[in-house]
């Protein structure tokens, strides 16, 4: 499983990014931007549960990315996926952060975030 701490590390070391928390009513909320026209490649988000149509109660953290339409389409079909939260849906996804997608495969979406975003 990978968490938040763990994906701020990566991008970090890899892209020399800090998350940084723009919403002030979601504090923990992180957006992860370009260095140099900080736009957006990933964003990190608690969201309830019920709001991305999971059972259960309480939050998950979850990941957004920006992917090819077609990866999207056919990604969100998939356990560990959902359409995004809050972002277009069309070219952005949202992962699941509670262990249903493997380590690689999110660091590997985030990369190709990170790609087609600059």
């Known amino acids: 499983m990978i968490g938040r ?4 590390d990566y991008v970090k070391k890899k892209y020399d990014v800090t998350p940084d928390y723009p919403f002030e009513k979601y504090h923990h909320y992180a957006a ?10 990933g964003l990190v988000m608690n969201v309830p549960r019920d709001k991305l149509g999971l059972d259960g109660e309480g939050e998950v953290d ?3 990315v920006k992917c090819q339409p077609a990866k999207v389409d056919d990604l969100k079909k998939k356990t560990g996926f959902r359409p995004a939260y809050h972002m277009n849906k069309q070219h952005w996804l949202t992962v699941l952060l ?10 590997n979406l985030l990369d190709e975030s990170y790609d087609l975003t600059k």
């Open 5 to 8: 701490s763990e994906i701020f």
């Open 62 to 64: 979850i990941l957004d």
């Open 98 to 107: 509670d262990g249903t997608v493997p380590k690689q495969d999110i660091l």
């Open 32 to 41: 992860l931007r370009h260095l140099d026209d900080e736009k957006w490649f």
